[in-house]
């Protein structure tokens, strides 16, 4: 369970990015968090795993109190918190298996760290999270030479090598195409389902977050204005949290624009002339 109560962020310089956040999310819930550029969706995910101190108010993580934690338990806490980051993340220049196998890290000694010994056990483990995310033929392959959306699968399973309680996604799927968006959504889908993992997923596409939220947090100048499910989450509901009406820009997938439907209705009627 996550439960803030009461939570605030105030970054140096005065931005207040988290106001008095009350909001508990159970065991395996799926939750999207959306809002404008700055409305504090990072902060609040960076909290959970101890990334950025409270100011004030309370953070319990499975069991962790994060706030005011010291080095040990941040370390313990993290070491049940996957991350997905927009840019993947991954070391480039090394292949998907060894990628992976750095979610065993937290588990592994430094000397055998350092020297890449894994157990086979580890290596098992690497092997599953790779064929949870559709992906295990890429095991060699130098993680430079897939594509975006591939990578993005490679830093889920990852994530799910970490045998993590806790899955944070902040902007997986913003540098990806609407059809490998739709797939790496899926794949967190499917992890939260199958496995019982509680996803957090940053999005700012809100056809998305209506598509794969169970539960849709809206956030505002550091402020929690909606709480819901996506069903209840309308345009309205996109407006208000947004302060302002809805734009192509907001929806992932939307569709032929009008320029281009009257071009095809232009390139038809000469077909027909
Ligand atoms: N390290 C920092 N120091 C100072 N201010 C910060 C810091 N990180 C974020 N902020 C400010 O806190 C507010 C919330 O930022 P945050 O990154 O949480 O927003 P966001 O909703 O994730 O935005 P985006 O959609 O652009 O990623 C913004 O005003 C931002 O400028
Ligand atoms: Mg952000």
């Known amino acids: 369970m996550i439960r803030f109560e009461k939570a605030s962020v105030t970054y140096p310089g005065g931005v207040k990015a988290l106001q008095d956040l009350d909001l508990t999310i159970e065991d395996g819930e799926f939750v999207v968090v959306v809002g404008l550029s700055g409305a504090g969706k990072s902060t609040l995910i960076r909290a ?30 993290r070491s049940e918190v996957g991350m997905i980051f927009q840019s993947f993340n991954l070391v480039k220049r090394t292949s998907v298996l060894n990628n992976v196998l750095m979610g065993r890290l937290h588990a592994t000694s430094t000397w055998r760290s350092v020297l890449g010994l894994y157990t086979a ?15 295990v033929e890429k095991a060699y392959v130098r993680a430079s030479n897939l594509s975006g959306g591939q990578q993005q699968r490679v ?11 806790v899955v944070l996604a902040d902007e997986p799927v913003a540098s990806l195409d609407p059809p490998t968006a739709n797939v790496v959504m899926r794949d967190l889908q499917r992890i939260n389902r199958e496995l019982g993992i509680t996803t957090i997923v940053n999005l700012h596409f809100l056809d998305l977050a209506r598509r794969y939220g169970d539960r849709i947090i809206g956030m505002r100048e550091g402020r929690m204005v909606f709480d819901g499910t996506g069903e209840q989450a309308d345009e309205q509901v996109f407006e208000d949290i947004y302060g302002r009406s809805l734009t192509a820009e907001d929806v992932l997938d939307a569709g032929p624009t009008q320029v281009q439907l009257d071009a095809a209705a232009a390139a038809d009627a000469e077909s027909q002339a």
């Open 121 to 135: 056990a580890d290596k098992e483990r690497a092997f599953q999270a790779l064929e949870r995310v559709e992906i």
């Open 155 to 165: 830093s889920i399973a990852r994530a799910l090598a970490q045998e993590p309680k």
């Open 48 to 77: 959970v795993n101890g990334l950025v101190p409270l100011s004030s108010g309370t953070l319990e993580v499975n069991g962790h109190r994060v706030d005011g934690a010291g080095r040990r338990d941040l370390r313990a806490l």
